[in-house]
């Protein structure tokens, strides 16, 4: 249900893109059509992008409603709280402000003649009101592809206000923008020059290539150096035939249950903590992929609160201390996530507590859309790792650490960094 809900809202975010800037160009356009037929026409199919726009608004929308309704807030709060307004609001003031003076404008072209569109004409078909809702959708569409890919987590105000400024200061500038192009439109026709639109394509170009030179900053700044301290941090599975005498026959097969350690089993011992106990320390692991750098490349990773390795987060304990940390998965891949050292007690899955008998691991498979919270004592003393055991993930970044309080360790990895990742398959498990 995860998996779908979250494709269905990442494939209406990609075509919400595309019918924004779509729409966004012909209804800038109108204004310089030379004939009532041409613009009666135009009109008209401006209508559908219109219509197409706010379906996908409301698939963006009901993805977002859906998870909320079903699964954990770190699972949805960023796309409730910033991806639905992204799409929905340009889509409310498409309706509130352009629609009204789009079929205003369809019918009064509605004779569809040869003649060319007089001053009011011109003028509603330039209004400020009429064109930049859909020159918004455009920019909102933009922003709403950087947090689809670039997502606050752990959600962060901050992370959204400066992309909210820009917008709006981006938005305030069409507007005066299009308010001048209104008023040109009043004392004349408006005369389409492509020269001018080849100057905005060299313009853009200039832009991309001026942000490519932080982009390729960032990439650089990225790469692992050959020496790297042990304490960095912020803050395949084989099978085969088995038989009793080794012959490799494949046995008989009875019928089974699907094994649910949830309610496996009965309680045979009390548990040492529970959902109840007091805490010394809580913390939140967030898994997902977004796009970063890593190691001198830009791609899609699996994160750990949204960060790689070495800039995911070190979890600090004391020794003794009672540990509870909730597992969030929000990507759409399976996680086992492996903790060195401890055992963790698993106190519920998705808001279920565990009903059967006690339930220890050290590698927990949090499929997506899941949500674990999980316990430990802290009593063993070192700096230990704490890593997807999908090594292929581990190897791209997904790896963390758990420090204890006054210790630390003189050791670095000084191999070249082609060795490391050849060598994680064995140093990792």
Same mark, same amino acid.
């Given at each position: 249900?995860?998996?779908?809900?979250?494709?269905?809202?990442?494939?209406?975010?990609?075509? /919400?893109?595309? /019918?924004?800037?779509?729409?966004?160009?012909?209804?800038?356009?109108?204004?310089?059509?030379?004939?009532?037929?041409?613009?009666?026409?135009?009109?008209?199919?401006?209508?559908?992008?219109?219509?197409?726009?706010?379906?996908?608004?409301?698939?963006?929308?009901?993805?977002?409603?859906?998870?909320?309704?079903? /699964?954990?807030?770190?699972?949805?709060?960023?796309?409730?709280?910033?991806?639905?307004?992204?799409?929905?609001?340009?889509?409310?003031?498409?309706?509130?402000?352009?629609?009204?003076?789009?079929?205003?404008?369809?019918?009064?072209?509605?004779?569809?003649?040869?003649?060319?569109?007089?001053?009011? !004409?011109?003028?509603?078909?330039?209004?400020?009101?009429?064109?930049?809702?859909?020159?918004?959708?455009?920019?909102?569409?933009?922003?709403?592809?950087?947090?689809?890919?670039?997502?606050?987590?752990?959600?962060?105000?901050?992370?959204?206000?400066?992309?909210?400024?820009?917008?709006?200061?981006?938005?305030?500038?069409?507007?005066?923008?299009?308010?001048?192009?209104?008023?040109?439109?009043?004392?004349?026709?408006?005369?389409?020059?492509?020269?001018?639109?080849?100057?905005?394509?060299?313009?853009?170009?200039?832009?991309?290539?001026?942000?490519?030179?932080?982009?390729?900053?960032?990439?650089?700044?990225?790469?692992?150096?050959?020496?790297?301290?042990?304490?960095?941090?912020?803050?395949?599975?084989?099978?085969?035939?088995?038989?009793?005498?080794?012959?490799?026959?494949?046995?008989?097969?009875?019928?089974?249950?699907?094994?649910?350690?949830?309610?496996?089993?009965?309680?045979?011992?009390?548990?040492?903590?529970?959902?109840?106990?007091?805490?010394? !320390?809580?913390?939140?692991?967030?898994?997902?992929?977004?796009?970063?750098?890593?190691?001198?490349?830009?791609?899609?990773?699996?994160?750990?609160?949204?960060?790689?390795?070495?800039?995911?987060?070190? /979890?600090?304990?004391?020794?003794?201390?009672?540990?509870?940390?909730?597992?969030?998965?929000?990507?759409?891949?399976?996680?086992?996530?492996?903790?060195?050292?401890?055992?963790?007690?698993?106190?519920? !899955?998705?808001?279920?507590?565990?009903?059967?008998?006690?339930?220890?691991?050290?590698?927990?498979?949090?499929?997506?859309?899941?949500?674990?919270?999980?316990?430990?004592?802290?009593?063993?003393?070192?700096?230990?790792?704490?890593?997807?055991?999908?090594?292929?993930?581990?190897?791209?970044?997904?790896?963390?650490?758990?420090?204890?309080?006054?210790?630390?360790?003189?050791?670095?990895?000084?191999?070249?960094?082609?060795?490391?990742?050849?060598?994680?398959?064995?140093?990792?498990?």
């Amino acid at each position: 249900m995860y998996s779908l809900l979250s494709n269905l809202e990442l494939i209406a975010i990609m075509l /919400f893109v595309l /019918f924004s800037f779509i729409a966004a160009n012909k209804a800038a356009k109108l204004v310089f059509n030379q004939t009532e037929k041409q613009l009666y026409r135009k009109t008209r199919k401006l209508l559908f992008w219109s219509v197409s726009l706010s379906l996908l608004a409301v698939a963006v929308a009901a993805a977002d409603l859906m998870l909320a309704a079903a /699964f954990s807030p770190l699972l949805w709060l960023d796309r409730l709280l910033i991806r639905t307004p992204l799409a929905v609001i340009p889509a409310l003031l498409i309706w509130l402000g352009s629609y009204p003076r789009l079929r205003k404008l369809s019918q009064r072209t509605n004779g569809q003649t040869d003649a060319p569109p007089d001053v009011a !004409r011109r003028r509603q078909a330039s209004a400020p009101a009429f064109i930049v809702p859909y020159q918004l959708a455009a920019l909102s569409s933009m922003a709403l592809f950087y947090f689809a890919f670039f997502p606050p987590v752990p959600f962060r105000w901050l992370a959204v206000t400066v992309p909210a400024a820009l917008l709006l200061f981006i938005a305030s500038l069409l507007w005066m923008l299009q308010t001048h192009r209104n008023q040109l439109a009043a004392k004349a026709p408006l005369l389409y020059r492509p020269w001018r639109r080849r100057l905005k394509h060299t313009g853009v170009l200039l832009a991309a290539a001026a942000v490519s030179i932080p982009f390729i900053t960032a990439m650089e700044g990225s790469r692992l150096p050959d020496n790297l301290s042990m304490m960095a941090g912020k803050g395949n599975s084989f099978g085969g035939l088995i038989s009793k005498n080794g012959s490799g026959e494949i046995l008989s097969q009875t019928a089974t249950t699907t094994l649910d350690s949830l309610n496996y089993g009965t309680i045979a011992e009390l548990a040492p903590f529970n959902m109840s106990s007091h805490y010394d !320390r809580e913390f939140k692991m967030i898994l997902d992929k977004r796009f970063a750098f890593y190691d001198g490349s830009f791609a899609a990773y699996d994160t750990i609160n949204g960060e790689v390795f070495p800039n995911t987060p070190m /979890f600090v304990v004391k020794e003794g201390e009672l540990v509870k940390t909730t597992i969030v998965n929000r990507s759409l891949v399976d996680h086992p996530m492996h903790l060195h050292g401890h055992h963790m007690l698993v106190l519920s !899955r998705n808001n279920k507590p565990v009903s059967g008998s006690l339930w220890w691991s050290d590698t927990l498979d949090v499929a997506p859309g899941e949500t674990y919270v999980v316990a430990f004592v802290a009593d063993n003393p070192g700096i230990w790792m704490d890593h997807c055991h999908n090594l292929v993930h581990a190897a791209a970044g997904m790896t963390m650490h758990l420090m204890y309080e006054g210790v630390s360790s003189p050791l670095r990895s000084v191999q070249p960094l082609s060795i490391i990742r050849n060598s994680l398959y064995w140093t990792l498990v």
